[in-house]
């Protein structure tokens, strides 16, 4: 039984660094797992779009996909904007099963990946006790994806950090700079700032813009194509794809 194609479903961006770091987080997941067909869409500014690839996918024979949203919470493009095109899909495509799998985040795979952005920054472990993190994500006017960055920020501060804060790069406050000159009128000796975001763009920039105006001690990378990541997609196809208590042999 040949297994359901993946699908990861990217925002887009006219920066052409974003398109680049989502290719190549899919070919990274094709090499974690070869043999399994990863196709890679977008629901704005770059081609290909969900529909075009869903078509394709359609004529070339394909009889399941699972559809996985490139997306830290769940906001306004898991809930409506990818569930609106993947409905119109299966109206036009009827013989296409089309599942959609859950967003990415919280997991502990991208607290992981967050920690090896930071270390690649600079931040060792022994900093880790006098130094104070933002997580600085992309912003929402969703409450309940800026309740998963405020709940994602109190259990990394468990993990060691003398504080951490959540920051937002639009629609949401904190901005990353005045998380920065919190810490600091806090007395916070090292401020590191980590952008929890995937890939580079607009709204990265702005986190990059924010730490360096407040003088951050540390600012680590976007997520980008890291192999924990990629592992991440796997288990949320995995998920999608198996329902509960089934086993993956099939």
């Not at 959540?166 to 952008?195: H, M, N, Q």
Request: glycine share 6%; net charge neutral; with cysteine.
């Amino acid at each position: 039984m040949s297994h359901p194609v993946l699908l990861v479903i990217a925002h887009g961006s006219r920066d052409p660094r974003h398109a680049a770091t989502v290719h190549a987080l899919t070919q990274r997941v094709r090499a974690e797992r070869p043999g399994l067909r990863v196709e890679t869409a977008f629901l704005e500014f770059n081609a290909p779009s969900v529909p075009r690839v869903l078509e394709r996918l359609a004529v070339e024979g394909a009889d399941e996909v699972v559809a996985l949203p490139l997306l830290l919470t769940r906001a306004f493009h898991a809930k409506t904007d990818i569930p609106s095109v993947l409905r119109e899909a299966r109206a036009r495509l009827p013989r296409l099963h089309i599942r959609q799998a859950d967003v990415l985040g919280p997991s502990p795979l991208l607290n992981a990946t967050l920690d090896r952005r930071l270390r690649e920054a600079g931040v060792r472990p022994g900093d880790i006790p006098r130094t104070g993190l933002v997580l600085a994500s992309a912003g929402s006017s969703d409450p309940e994806a800026i309740a998963v960055i405020a709940e994602i920020a109190r259990e990394l501060r468990h993990t060691g950090w003398c504080a951490v804060r959540p920051a937002f790069a639009s629609a949401s406050l904190p901005r990353t700079e005045d998380a920065v000159r919190a810490l600091r009128a806090e007395g916070v000796d090292r401020v590191a700032v980590a952008p929890y975001v995937i890939a580079p763009g607009r709204l990265p920039d702005r986190i990059a813009a924010g730490a360096e105006a407040a003088g951050a001690d540390g600012l680590a990378d976007v997520l980008g194509p890291a192999p924990e990541l990629a592992r991440l997609l796997l288990d949320r196809y995995d998920e999608a794809r198996v329902p509960a208590g089934a086993s993956l042999s099939a």
